[in-house]
């Protein structure tokens, strides 16, 4: 058991595992980290200072040295994110930054200049860890462990709405196929690949809701004994 109650949600893109980390922590009052954030944050940096994808030095100094915060807005309760005070909550989740991300994740210099940082989020009251490695790697003694899924068809359908709702004009066989791409390249990556923890509780939520999902989860934590 880790020192901090700490409770982990991996899965791949689009399975909910975001939304529903963040909605537990909000109602646990606990910290929340969202590690795909950092990910994401390192590709928007890289991005924006025009360093290429497979340069490893100086995206492994990017990440050493990325200037991040993590602020909750009052009036929504809603995660802010902040890259060198800029609010960068929407760049980073564009498509662009999204495939960016997938390929630095696969950069093992680039995972252990943020693995320091991502444990340092295990703070008291405690933490609800989200990611894809987060129960295999990063806390491997954590308290509780969930593995979030859902098929790539659902997952594609899911994000075509999050576009529209942006007005931004999306194909949704196009967004299948980098879906279905990246869960392959993560899944097959060397370093820290896309794969539940031995213990973890895999909830399949194709077929849920946001809240059916977050009852589930508070069924599990019940009988652990975290709530």
Known sequence: ?????????????????????????QQLGWHLLDSGA????????????????DDIA???KLAKNLDVSFRTCNESSQM?????EEDVSLQIRTEEVSLSAS????ISEVRDNLFTRQQGFAQSPG????????????FPDADIKFFITASAEERA??????????????????????????????????????L????????????????????EIKAHLKGKGLL
């Open 103 to 106: 390929k630095v994740a696969a």
């Open 196 to 215: 539940p923890a031995t213990d973890a509780i895999i909830i399949d939520t194709t077929p849920l809701t946001v809240d059916e999902v977050l009852v």
């Open 80 to 84: 802010q994110i902040f890259l060198a």
């Open 58 to 60: 100086a995206l492994s």
């Open 127 to 138: 933490l609800v860890a989200d990611g894809r490695d987060m129960g295999t790697v990063v």
């Open 1 to 25: 058991m880790s020192e901090v109650p700490v409770i982990t949600i991996d899965g791949p893109s689009g399975s909910g595992k975001g939304t529903v980390s963040s909605l537990l922590a």
């Open 38 to 53: 950092l990910y994401r944050l390192t590709a928007l940096a890289a991005l924006k200072a025009q360093i290429a994808l």
């Open 157 to 194: 359908q899911r994000r075509l709405k999050q576009l529209q709702a942006q007005g931004i004009d999306a194909n949704i066989q196009r967004i299948f196929e980098d879906i279905v791409a990246r869960d392959r390249r993560d899944s097959e990556r060397a370093i820290a690949p896309l």
